[in-house]
């Protein structure tokens, strides 16, 4: 075993250590996992809302949702995919309700306003634009495929199973989102 994968092992090991005290509501094991995983949940849920304060509410919701169902971890994967899990279903969840909160703002003869970002374009022309903005300027389902596959190292098969979409899907909106960044980056 080499160290890399020793170093995993004992990680594995004291979330699972951690996991059992949280589940006998020890709220000390519980900030131990909290400090152990914040920063990969907020990170995720960052790059794929690509807005500070949603992506620091989608955190807070996600580790809501995990203390009230820890005795529900299984351990059949890592727990910080278990909490990946639980932070995409929590991005998925608030666009649902902004998107129908939009067609009733919509309906109401409301402006709704639009992110200039989001179609592709840079706010201010001629700007050098890095990675981080280039990824959050994809389409929606482009840069959920990308964060997942790409930055996050899962399986198309693991994130067609967070998104709710076919592996073919995943696929196509991985080249989509590769062919996007390198047209970005280029300019």
């Avoid at 920063?39 to 949702?65: H, K, W």
């Avoid at 989001?118 to 001629?126: M, N, Q, T, Y």
């Avoid at 967070?162 to 970005?184: M, P, S, Y």
């Amino acid at each position: 075993m080499n160290a890399g994968t020793q170093l995993h092992t004992v990680d594995s090991d004291r979330d699972r250590q951690l996991v059992r005290r949280a589940c006998k509501k020890d709220t000390a094991a519980f900030e131990a996992l909290y400090r152990r995983h914040s920063g990969n949940v907020y990170g995720l849920c960052l790059r794929l809302t690509s807005d500070r304060a949603i992506a620091e509410d989608c955190t807070q919701e996600t580790f809501i949702q995990a203390w009230k169902n820890l005795a529900g971890f299984k351990g059949e994967s890592g727990l910080g995919t278990w909490l990946h899990r639980i932070a995409v279903n929590q991005v998925l969840m608030l666009r649902r309700r902004g998107q129908a909160q939009k067609r009733h703002l919509e309906a109401v003869g409301q402006d709704w306003a639009v992110d200039v970002a989001a179609d592709g374009k840079s706010p201010r022309p001629g700007t050098q634009v890095d990675l981080e903005r280039a990824v959050g300027s994809l389409p929606q389902g482009a840069r959920d495929v990308f964060v997942l596959c790409a930055v996050n190292g899962y399986s198309y098969e693991e994130t067609s199973s967070f998104l709710g979409v076919a592996v073919g899907t995943c696929k196509a909106q991985l080249h989509r989102a590769r062919r996007l960044l390198k047209e970005r980056l280029d300019r």
